[in-house]
């Protein structure tokens, strides 16, 4: 079974400009969780989609966005980079579904963005 | 708010040793979850073990265990007979019953002596 597949590896934009991140989860999980970590702030929750909804969301300003498909891939997008947004972004999928309640995210590698 | 203190920046031990990594956590909430994930270079975060706060067994996987002491919310980390694999960055983390959001801590970085 394949993992989490998180596209592309590594980024380069300037500030500004807008990045679009990709998250493919498992197949079968219908919930994507995304994640910012940086040196300073450490690993900090952006968001959840599952059933392309929207469930939970971080304390982050609205330049950070996602959606989710049917399919259920998910893509996050930060408008108006700041320097600040430099960080690992990763995504983790989980088999979340009615009636089960402790399910195991399992994360991709990353995409490494860097606003210069 | 949920919060996860992991009060140990860096951590060393000899290879074959054994090694506790401290977490404790502050919630209100009597269901949750709690995991240690481990962090390599190769920055893949991977689910090292997880505890459900509702047993009282500490969960135990191969070289793994902890020692999960609920009154105290406390969520300490074991490994014995340390190898060179082990090395990585490891995070503490909680989850609420029925949330998939998870709350990390600053994690520990943990370095094997050959």
């Known amino acids: 079974k394949a993992g989490v597949t998180q596209t592309p590896r590594y980024l380069i934009k300037t500030r500004g400009q807008q990045v679009t991140l990709s998250c493919s989860p498992i197949?079968?999980?219908?919930?994507v969780s995304w994640y910012q970590q940086t040196p300073g702030q450490g690993l900090q929750f952006l968001f959840e989609?599952?059933?392309?909804?929207?469930?939970n969301k971080g304390n982050f300003p609205g330049r950070f966005s996602g959606r989710q498909f049917s399919n259920s891939r998910s893509e996050m997008n930060v408008s108006t980079l700041e320097l600040g947004d430099s960080a690992l972004y990763l995504c983790?999928?989980?088999?979340?579904?009615?009636?089960?309640?402790?399910?195991?995210?399992?994360f991709g590698q990353g995409t490494r963005l860097t606003v210069v | 708010a949920q919060t996860v203190t992991q009060s140990q920046p860096e951590m060393s031990v000899q290879e074959a040793e054994t090694v506790t990594l401290s977490c404790t956590y502050d919630?209100?909430?009597?269901?949750?979850?709690l995991f240690w994930y481990k962090q390599p270079p190769s920055r893949q975060m991977i689910l090292v073990i997880r505890?459900?706060?509702?047993?009282?067994q500490n969960a135990t996987e191969n070289r793994f265990s902890v020692n999960f002491q609920k009154a105290a919310k406390s969520f300490s980390l074991k490994i014995s007979d340390s190898q060179l694999g082990d090395a990585a960055m490891y995070f503490c983390?909680?989850?609420?019953?029925?949330?998939?959001?998870?709350?990390f801590g600053t994690g520990t970085r943990l370095t094997i002596i050959p």
């Open positions: 983790a999928s989980s088999a979340r579904r009615i009636g089960v309640m402790n399910t195991e995210a399992f």
């Open positions: 197949s079968g999980h219908r919930s």
């Open positions: 989609y599952f059933s392309e909804t929207q469930r």
């Open positions: 919630t209100s909430e009597s269901d949750y979850y």
């Open positions: 505890q459900e706060a509702y047993k009282q």
């Open positions: 983390a909680y989850k609420n019953f029925g949330n998939e959001k998870l709350t």
